[in-house]
């Protein structure tokens, strides 16, 4: 009897588990970039060794694939990240395809490291800043951002390090223009021909309304 409860037992977290990781979907295959549309420099965005490797002039590579019909409202967002020493790039968030330029629709999450850039890993770009560093280039790392209403929320390595509130900054009272949440997609940033990037998992989580 102890037997069979033991395996009911294990049956039993194994299905909480299993549907717990249910909610999050993969958005990169491994294998090619099916489901990304790029701007500018499509050489920019490589697959390599089952990694997106991003080197390369400017670009952006744009989910345009079928989860969710790549139009995010609440969601979750977690990528797993590797900077090459003076990397710079970013994870821009509730934006839309643009075919050249920085992406003007939606905030970028920024990824770097040692860039001379100040805005470090986790700053919501030019809205709420981080100066501090909290994992070295070189070393894959988490990057989740979690957007709900109007609050987004930038984890490293599960530590919360960043939350903005869109509706308590004072600075972005009356229009704000196109950065804002919103909806939208997300896009990977190709920021400089000297910045090499790794991204190997790109996972998204979709929240009720």
């Not at 991003?54 to 900077?83: L, Q």
């Not at 909290?134 to 951002?145: A, P, Q, R, S």
């Not at 090499?196 to 009720?208: E, G, N, T």
Request: charge should be negative; hydrophobic fraction near 35%.
């Amino acid at each position: 009897m102890k037997t069979l409860l033991s395996i009911c037992c294990f049956l039993a977290l194994s299905f909480s588990v299993s549907a717990q990781g249910a909610d999050w979907i993969e958005l990169f295959n491994g294998k090619n970039l099916d489901g990304w549309k790029i701007s500018e420099n499509s050489q920019s965005f490589q697959v390599e060794d089952g990694t997106i490797k991003v080197a390369g002039p400017r670009g952006h590579a744009f989910y345009n694939g079928d989860v969710a019909n790549h139009d995010f409202n609440n969601f979750e967002v977690i990528a797993e990240v590797k900077t090459m020493p003076g990397a710079n790039s970013g994870i821009f968030i509730h934006t839309q395809y643009q075919e050249d330029g920085w992406p003007s629709i939606g905030y970028e999450i920024q990824v770097n490291q040692s860039h001379s850039d100040w805005r470090k890993t986790g700053s919501v770009y030019s809205f709420q800043d981080v100066k501090d560093v909290y994992v070295k280039d070189g070393e894959w790392y988490t990057e989740h951002i979690i957007v709900e209403g109007d609050v987004v929320t930038v984890k490293i390595n599960g530590e919360t390090i960043n939350v903005y509130d869109q509706s308590k900054d004072e600075k972005r009272k009356g229009d704000l223009g196109t950065k804002k949440v919103d909806h939208g997609t997300i896009a990977l940033q190709a920021h400089d021909p000297k910045s090499v990037i790794y991204y190997r998992s790109v996972k998204v989580k979709i929240l009720p309304d």
